[in-house]
C-alpha cells in the first residue's frame, strides 16, 4: 500500500535559516504529491502540490520537486521567518476516488527571532 | 465560499456524556471524512463517506458514529464519551473524480473528556 515517510521533528531553526524537510514516499504508479502546513490552533491547509516527475510545487516562499528516481518530495525554503512556525505534513492522495490520502507523522517547526 | 466549518471549535465533556461534532462544506463534494490527532500520532482516519448515505470505516472508528444524509451535512456523534476520545477533531472533504484532488479541512474540535 501507499506510504510516506517523514523526517523525525521537531526542528528548531533562527530566523532566515536555510529550510529542508524530507519526505519519501511508496506508491503505486506515480500520484500527485502533496505538502499540508499546519498553523498553530488551525486546521490543515495546503501548501504546494506537484502532480507528476520532476515537477516543482512552490507557495510562499517554500519549494518541493518531485523525484521520481529517488521517490521522494523534500520541502525546501530559503529563509525562514518566525510566522512560518507550524507543522509541516507530507501527503500522498489515493490516485482512486474513494481512497483515503496517506499522510506523513509531521515535522514540528519551530523559528526563533 | 466558507469552504468546511466545523462547531463547536471546543467542548468539554465528563464521562459517559454523548455529544455530535458538526461539520458542514458548501463545494459539492462527495468525499467527507473525520480526522483525530492526538500528540505524536499525527492524523487518524475514524470515518469517511463517499456521498450521501454512504459512510464506511477508518482506522480508528470504536466510540464513533456517523451519517450522511445531504451532501453538505457530516456529523460525527460521541454516544458515550470516554477519556480516552480527549483530541482535536478534524472534518475534511474532497472530490472524489480521478484520486489525486486537494483535500480540504476544517478549522477542528478541540474535545475534551473528564
Known amino acids: 500500500g501507499n506510504s510516506v515517510t517523514q523526517m523525525e521533528g521537531p526542528v528548531t531553526l533562527s530566523e532566515e535559516a536555510f529550510l529542508t524537510i524530507n519526505c519519501t514516499y511508496t506508491?503505486?504508479?506515480?500520484?500527485?504529491l502533496f505538502w499540508y502546513v499546519q498553523y498553530p490552533g488551525e486546521g490543515l491547509q495546503l501548501l504546494l502540490k506537484?502532480?507528476?516527475?520532476?515537477d516543482k510545487g512552490s507557495n510562499k516562499g517554500f519549494e518541493a520537486t518531485y523525484r521520481k528516481e529517488t521517490t521522494s518530495f523534500h520541502l525546501e525554503k530559503g529563509s525562514v521567518q518566525v510566522s512560518d512556525s507550524a507543522v509541516y505534513f507530507c501527503?500522498?492522495?489515493?490516485?482512486?476516488?474513494?481512497?483515503?490520502?496517506?499522510f506523513g507523522q509531521g515535522t514540528i517547526l519551530t523559528v526563533h527571532p | 465560499n466558507a469552504g468546511v466549518t466545523q462547531t463547536p471549535k471546543f467542548q468539554v465533556l465528563k464521562t459517559g456524556q454523548s455529544m455530535t461534532l458538526q461539520c458542514a462544506q458548501d463545494?459539492?463534494?462527495?468525499?467527507m471524512s473525520w480526522y483525530r490527532q492526538d500528540p505524536g500520532m499525527g492524523l487518524r482516519l475514524i470515518h469517511y463517506?463517499?456521498?450521501?448515505?454512504?459512510?464506511d470505516q477508518g482506522e480508528v472508528p470504536n466510540g464513533y458514529n456517523v451519517s450522511r444524509s445531504t451532501t453538505e451535512d457530516f456529523p460525527l456523534r460521541l454516544l458515550s464519551a470516554a477519556p480516552s476520545q480527549t483530541s482535536v477533531y478534524f472534518c475534511?472533504?474532497?472530490?472524489?473524480?480521478?484520486?489525486?484532488?486537494?483535500?480540504?479541512f476544517g478549522p477542528g474540535t478541540r474535545l475534551t473528556v473528564l
Open positions: 506537484a502532480t507528476k516527475a520532476d
Open positions: 506508491a503505486t504508479g506515480y500520484p500527485s
Open positions: 475534511a472533504s474532497r472530490h472524489t473524480s480521478g484520486g489525486n484532488n486537494e483535500q480540504f
Open positions: 501527503a500522498l492522495p489515493p490516485g482512486t476516488s474513494y481512497g483515503k490520502l496517506t
Open positions: 463517506s463517499v456521498g450521501a448515505g454512504i459512510t
Open positions: 463545494m459539492n463534494h462527495e468525499y
